[in-house]
């Protein structure tokens, strides 16, 4: 025992005087057990150990080597397996005992590295040669032998590539097809009787390629295409989280986006309107309308929230859409740690964040048209009874007194539970600005707005402070109802939700595991390493702007390519690359890869303009195949990946609505403006947290009724039934594919719910009222939902259909026609071709 | 071969050729295990196979939205009642996130006392006579945690795994892994009572599986799903008549245009016919027993809400459901706690239990997974937002140690896992993480969690995000 002792204190004097020689055992041990994830190849979480001075340096979470220091030398915490850490190498407690001493001891030592030292070998540089990261050139068409099919270079793309497989395309899509098609592809509306009756009897040969020019020039052509880009912004009219509070001038950006559309604004300035608007030399207002993008994150209001939490969550949303929207790059994975499979590194991801992290959210004026004139001319008489109304309840120095206790508390918080309760709300419930930096400006400096802001959030949340019995006392909340009702009295101008960039040097900092309490290393604002750079002047920190710029120059090759491409996945069903929301190194292939090529280039030959780009598409061939199945390719191309006919699409949940209420009559075209309510059934609300702090459904009055499906409000805790049924967003990311699924409950929506039950009335009162005859009647219908006449057998078996429903109501003692009109328009309306673009 | 059919095996590979793309391997090992099938292959909530033989079928979660007080209830701390209306040690509670209070905010001790139940002698409180009464069937975890002190980020925590919005939840998982048995309802239905959620739909969400998999509201007013009868003036006759026509005419369109889709819309309008039918049997309780109503309370007034939901539950796995899932809200005791766990567990203890023995007696128990608890627990110390009125106080939330108990298929019941310190404050032995207890309810199901993935965004998400261990301890 006591040999034993000695020979232990022997070997430990012995290795404390032994210098541990780094070439000969520290070295091969880190090539052994490091380099393959710390080495030349890859550095995860920042981190190299093959090299002196980036080992020395550290990885993403700072310093790994304290020279001396063991005992706080993240390298060995790691390697001993130390509690709280994750032990290194992964998937073990550590590295054996020995190995893990002679690290400690190399530390202690002093770390000791010769510069001679040999390292790793140096691997081949692995240039990225992802097809999707390369320049893109505009590559001629290819010549075919058919060139009849050709009618302009898309065709001569996808017939070289049939020709190649020895398949023939599809034949032409009759002429009502097609004009239904290019009716729901371009205003997502069917086309009228009187539009279908003109273009079956126009016999120009451009017949189809006039009404595609006329459908392009249509206001209804904004409002289809602003849909997928709403979906791409996670458009939404509420907060999203808990309370879920309204938003009621979300609608302002939604508004915005429909009229750059309607302008055919290039895609370049419309894009750099968003993401940067407010930073643009002399900006308007419509470019800061533009930033709404930004705003369309989720705000948590919960009490107690950490603010700090929910800014980084919305930073880290914010660079996470502009991956998808615009690079369709899944380069939120490089959150927490470098990305699996794609070139984007943890670094990468919070140099992007870098160029939001100043963000600073600001309501603003938006007039509309016609709104400022009114406003101004009754502006001072509503500002002088307001400060009436408030002098009347002796709001100002009651104010004045909350605001120095709030101050108190916020400085000596946990003395006065219900104070630092009120202090909470100053920072959840403020409406429409930021109320604790509205309370720390002294009130003489505050602008009017502000001034308004915390007047308005005292009133309605001083009773948090002072207990209900003082509260009411104060009678604040009558005052609140007065001060509402004058202020819908008097004309206000619309609000918008804008970014704007926030004073003062940003430092930014990347996020150990993602995790926003964990400050790694500083970064600055760059573009992911993988692509080309952009120009920034030299010494100046590069802004939310010069990101934007970039985003849209030729030289980055991502911006162009995926929008084309999801353009005409909307138009074809599938996109050349399947995957839209991914172009990274596990993105599907393209299937016509010069075809997204060409496209893309002449997208920015044609300076980003989304309507000849449209035009281009829908005027195709490719496009105006038919698109029945073909049983000879089910087999070889069960995907239609050959192009080889069009696609069947069920239209999506707006385009649906809009359609049955196109059909019956009841339509409101109107463009723009705010959300609507449409009837909903008793109880939706009710599931929701929102609905205990007042969110209700106020159903819209009138046309209102009948808006479109684009403009109803969308509720994120408690959605509209009807858009949820058939797969409208979620509006939470953003989302750059929908889905098209098919379901019991989308049935039972379009049978029985009372909104598609009146289409059904209105379309029967339109047939009937077309004429006295039953088939002019029917055929009425017919061109109304499906856009063709119908055949015999169809006539037929509508004429038994409609007599037995006749006998069936006659029995339940009903003789009129109106019911059993109904009952078959409601047939039409449930039809899957009437739901489909075919 | 019929029309139908062929397309069904068209369908089916287009879905074998989306599982090696998009779905996760999972399905696709359940598609080959389940060859033979193909009829049934096009309907996405067609059963599967799990990937292990498992006791549960189904499972009952019951919600218990708002964060129920685990000192009142499931987790005795009589070392806490000395040390009321003081503050705890400044070095005990400086690292804790709270909502509301202040670390310095003064304990409270329980407000209610604790007794044994059952043969295991279980300690509960005396507000859970009921509960006790089945203590021997259930086994409570002490020892929760997570990670999320809010509301709405905690229910996304529990249901979906993570604090950020547009992922699956539980239900639309498990509904994707293994499908539904019933053939006339959803495979994934939501019931509600008391007042509304914080995370509202995100809680039955589909995120960005697709909206098959999202979970139905059985609403308590109006139509029991919606839109599930006849328009106005519309006899069942003749919404027969126009479902016939419907099938007819689309039939046509199948055959003129060959897309298999068509295909799954005639399906999918039988499936709401049927639903029309079985949905009012379903909320039928004229042939349950009066000795059943009773003890599910049914017609007590405070019980009643809740009770209901409890015994459709029942109601809904008989018929094959897969998932229900009922919320009660609030149990968010800023404020009255005393008052207002009175009310809630007045309201839930007896339905609950009920439940447990009902399907214990039809011998459904063991192949229902029961779970009974809410976002996380509330803190030891008291919340005082109405200093001049006594009654008022409450507690805050508590992510840091809380009570869950879970019964049936796969569970041992009558035992207690895990334990938090006197204080209440942390976890002192078996911590059970959200994710653990996430993975432990898909491997009741013979599913093992790192398996069951969807591919989003160019990766592989799952329920647990990127942890979980299954908790050997719960399981029989």
């Given amino acids: ?838 | 071969m019929r029309p139908e059919e062929l397309f069904a095996v068209h369908n089916r590979r287009m879905f074998l050729r989306d599982c090696a793309s998009g779905i996760g391997m999972m399905a696709l090992g359940n598609l080959l295990a389940g060859e033979g099938r193909t009829a049934e292959i096009d309907d996405p909530l067609a059963p599967k196979k799990p990937q292990f033989r498992a006791k549960a079928k189904n499972v009952i979660f019951l919600f218990m939205e708002g964060a129920p007080s685990q000192m009142e209830l499931f987790d005795p701390k009589p070392e806490l009642s000395k040390w009321n209306g003081k503050a705890l040690p400044a070095d005990l509670t400086k690292d804790l996130k709270l909502a509301f209070i202040k670390p310095t905010a003064k304990v409270l001790g329980p407000q209610f006392p604790f007794r044994k139940y059952g043969q295991c002698g279980m300690e509960l409180s005396e507000l859970l006579p009921h509960t006790g009464s089945v203590a021997d069937d259930i086994c409570l975890v002490r020892s929760m945690y997570s990670e999320a002190f809010n509301h709405h980020p905690g229910q996304l925590f529990l249901f979906t795994g993570s604090m950020v919005g547009g992922r699956p939840t539980m239900g639309a998982w498990v509904n994707y892994g293994l499908g539904s048995e019933a053939r006339n309802l959803p495979g994934f239905v939501v019931l509600a009572s008391g007042v509304g959620t914080s995370a509202g739909s995100d809680n039955w969400s589909s995120g960005f599986l697709p909206s098959t998999y999202a979970g139905t509201v059985l609403r308590s007013k109006g139509d029991p799903i919606l839109y599930l009868s006849n328009p106005e003036g519309v006899s069942d006759a003749s919404q027969r008549l126009r479902l016939d026509m419907l099938k007819e005419l689309n039939q046509e369109h199948l055959e003129r245009t060959g897309d298999a889709e068509i295909a799954s819309r005639i399906h999918s309008y039988e499936l709401a016919y049927r639903m029309q039918t079985s949905g009012p049997e379903l909320l039928d309780f004229s042939k349950e027993p009066q000795e059943t109503l009773d003890m599910y309370g049914v017609k007590n007034e405070k019980t009643k809400a809740f009770g209901t939901n409890c015994l459709l539950a029942r109601r809904l796995v008989e018929r094959g459901v897969r998932f229900v899932m009922l919320l009660h809200a609030s149990w968010d005791h800023h404020s009255a706690i005393v008052k207002g766990l009175k009310q809630q567990t007045g309201a839930t203890d007896q339905p609950s239990a009920a439940l447990i023995k009902d399907l214990k007696r039809r011998g459904l128990l063991d192949e229902t997974l029961v779970v009974w608890g809410g976002e996380f627990g509330r803190t030891p110390m008291s919340e005082m937002r109405r200093p001049d009125d006594p009654d008022s106080i409450g507690r805050d939330h508590h992510p840091n140690g809380y009570a869950m108990w879970m019964a049936g298929g796969g569970i041992k019941g009558g035992q207690v896992i895990g334990q938090t310190d006197e204080l209440a404050l942390s976890v002192a032995e078996d911590k059970v993480h959200v994710h653990d207890l996430q993975a432990t309810i898909l491997h009741c199901l013979g599913m093992e969690h790192t398996k069951l993935t969807y591919r989003h965004l160019g990766r592989d998400f799952r329920l647990t995000d990127l942890g979980g261990q299954v908790v050997k301890k719960m399981l029989a």
């Fill in chain 1, 1 to 838: 025992m006591r040999l034993l002792g000695l020979l232990a204190f022997l070997s430990g004097a012995l290795c404390a005087q032994t210098e541990v020689d780094f070439t000969r055992q520290v070295e091969p041990l880190l090539r052994a057990k490091c380099y393959g994830c710390h080495g030349p190849a890859q550095q995860m979480s920042g981190l190299r150990l093959d090299e002196k001075a980036a080992a020395l340096k550290g990885g993403y979470s700072g310093a790994v080597i304290l020279p001396g220091k063991s005992a706080e030398s993240k390298l060995i915490l790691r390697v001993t397996g130390a509690a709280g850490v994750m032990a290194m190498p992964p998937g073990t407690k550590g590295l054996p005992e020995a190995e893990a001493e002679l690290l400690k001891k190399w530390v202690d030592g002093g770390a000791k590295w010769p510069d001679s030292a040999a390292g790793a070998a140096p691997v081949a540089s692995k240039r990225v040669s992802h097809w999707a990261f390369r320049a893109i050139e505009r590559p001629a068409p290819p010549a075919v032998k058919d060139s009849r099919w050709v009618r302009n270079p898309i065709d001569a793309f996808v017939l070289a590539r049939l020709e190649r497989e020895g398949v023939k395309p599809a034949p032409e899509a009759d002429r009502l097809t097609l004009l239904r098609r290019a009716h729901l592809d371009l205003t997502g509306l069917p086309p009228t009787p009187a539009e279908i009756n003109e273009f079956l009897n126009d016999t120009d040969p451009d017949a189809y390629e006039h009404v595609v020019d006329r459908l392009l020039t249509s206001p209804h052509f904004g409002e289809r295409w602003a849909r997928p880009w709403l979906d791409r912004a996670r458009y939404a009219d509420s907060d999203g989280y808990e309370k879920d509070w309204a938003r009621p001038y979300a609608w302002r950006y939604r508004q915005w986006v429909i009229d750059a559309l309607n302008h055919d604004m290039p895609f370049d300035k419309f894009s750099v309107e968003q993401l940067a608007g407010d930073l643009l030399p002399k900006a308007s207002v419509e470019d800061r309308v533009a930033t709404g993008f930004l705003r369309m994150t989720l705000t948590n209001r919960e009490g107690g929230v950490d603010n700090n939490q929910f800014k980084f969550e919305n930073t880290v949303d914010r660079t996470s859409t502009l991956g998808a929207a615009w690079l369709g790059l899944t380069i939120g994975c490089a959150q927490c740690h470098d990305h699996k499979y794609d070139p984007i590194k943890q670094k990468d991801f919070y140099q992007l964040f870098a160029f939001f992290d100043k963000v600073e959210e600001v309501d603003i004026d938006a007039p509309m048209p016609g709104e400022l004139g009114p406003y101004l001319a009754k502006k001072d008489e509503y500002r002088a009874k307001r400060e009436a109304l408030l002098k009347e309840y002796r709001v100002g120095e009651q104010q004045a007194a909350w605001e120095k206790e709030m101050m108190d508390t916020a400085a000596h918080p946990g003395v006065r539970t219900d104070w630092d309760l009120a202090w909470d709300c100053l920072l959840k419930l403020t409406e429409g600005g930021d109320g604790e930096k509205i309370l720390r400006i002294a009130p003489e400096k505050r602008t009017q707005r502000q001034k308004d802001i915390l007047t308005d959030h005292f009133i309605r949340n001083y009773h948090f402070a002072v207990g209900p019995k003082v509260y009411a006392e104060t009678k604040f909340k009558e005052l609140d109802e007065r001060l509402r009702k004058l202020k819908d009295e008097y004309p206000q101008l619309t609000q918008a939700m804008t970014v704007d960039e926030a004073a003062g040097a940003a430092r930014s900092y990347l996020r150990v595991r993602g995790d926003y309490r964990t400050l790694g290393i500083e970064v600055q604002p760059q573009v992911p390493e993988v692509l080309p750079g952009m120009e920034a002047k030299v010494g100046e920190r590069p802004t939310r702007l010069d990101l934007a710029k970039w985003v849209v120059s030729r030289g980055n090759p991502l911006t162009s390519r995926v929008t084309v491409n999801w353009v005409w996945a909307e138009l074809f069903g599938r996109g050349i690359v399947k995957s839209l929301d991914d172009f990274g190194v596990r993105a599907d292939k393209p299937t016509h890869p010069e075809l997204l090529d060409y496209l893309a280039a002449k997208f920015m030959d044609d300076r980003w303009s989304m309507k000849k780009l449209i035009r281009g598409m829908v005027l195709s061939s490719a496009y105006r195949q038919s698109s029945k199945a073909r049983p000879e390719l089910e087999e070889r191309d069960p995907d239609n990946e050959l192009i080889a006919r069009q696609t069947r699409l069920r239209l999506p949940a707006e385009l649906i609505r809009d359609s049955a209420l196109m059909a019956s009559g009841l339509i409101s075209l109107d463009v723009g403006g705010k959300s609507v309510r449409p009837p909903q059934p008793d109880g939706v609300m009710e599931l929701g947290y929102g609905n205990r702090w007042g969110n209700s459904w106020p159903e819209s009055k009138g046309a209102d009724k009948y808006r479109r499906g684009l403009y109803i409000h969308f509720q994120r805790s408690t959605p509209y039934p009807m858009l949820v049924n058939f797969d409208a967003p979620k509006a939470n990311v953003a989302l750059c594919r929908r889905d098209r699924s098919n379901t019991a409950l989308q049935a039972l929506n379009l049978l029985n719910d009372p909104v598609f039950h009146e289409a059904a009335r209105g379309l029967a009162y339109e047939a009937m009222n077309a004429s006295a005859d039953w088939d002019a009647r029917l055929e009425e219908a017919y061109l109304r939902t499906l856009g063709r006449k119908p055949t015999d057998t169809e006539k037929r078996k509508f004429e038994t259909f409609f007599a037995k429903q006749k006998q069936l109501l006659a029995k339940e003692g009903n003789h009129l026609d109106d019911a059993a009109w109904t009952e078959l328009s409601s047939v039409l309306l449930n039809l899957d071709e009437f739901i489909t673009r075919e």
